[in-house]
């Protein structure tokens, strides 16, 4: 029996698998930007773990039996990451024929008065049907003046493009 100054630790994660350096292992099931690829066997802290990666479905427990699987299911897993690259590819030369128009206001010296960031450039794709998310435009900096800017994207890891972004002054100028 626990004392009144003993700490108790939670349940869930007195059962979790833990790793050489004390983190919780486990095996992805979906591609994680910046922590890895399907089915990779990974290393987290237990917050990142239990608040995201399990209730969002990306990873699962490193059990024994998910690593047989996996290793026994891995070129398949292979040739469906592949697949899913290569849709993302021609995706991303689809959008980098894109040329997209913002109106914004300006001085008469083509300063804007405000800015033009991520979320004006996804509004101006959707326009053209184009379905990108904020996080994955690329900016360097917010656009302030007037004219013609290469913005990169990133739809996956490893599959990036660059799009053209016209900033033009608003009609009633």
Do not use: C
């Not at 399907?38 to 998910?66: C, I, K, W």
């Amino acid at each position: 029996m626990k004392t009144k100054n003993q700490k108790r630790t939670p349940r869930h994660t007195q059962r979790l698998p833990r790793g050489p350096h004390g983190g919780i292992e486990l095996l992805l099931i979906h591609g994680v930007e910046d922590l890895g690829h399907q089915g990779d066997v990974v290393e987290v802290r237990p917050g990142y773990a239990l608040n995201f990666l399990l209730p969002q479905g990306m990873a699962t427990l490193a059990s024994d039996h998910h690593k047989r699987m996996v290793d026994k299911h891995r070129t398949k897993l292979q040739s469906l990451e592949k697949a899913q690259q290569a849709d993302l590819r021609k995706r991303a030369v689809e959008i980098s024929k894109q040329s997209v128009t913002i109106e914004a206001n300006a001085t008469g010296d083509g300063h804007l008065y405000g800015s033009v960031g991520a979320p004006e450039i996804v509004a101006a794709l959707k326009k053209n049907s184009v379905d990108l998310k904020v996080d994955q435009i690329r900016l360097e900096g917010l656009l302030k003046e007037l004219g013609l800017y290469t913005v990169k994207f990133r739809l996956a890891s490893e599959v990036e493009g660059e799009l053209k972004v016209w900033v033009v002054p608003s009609v009633g100028e």
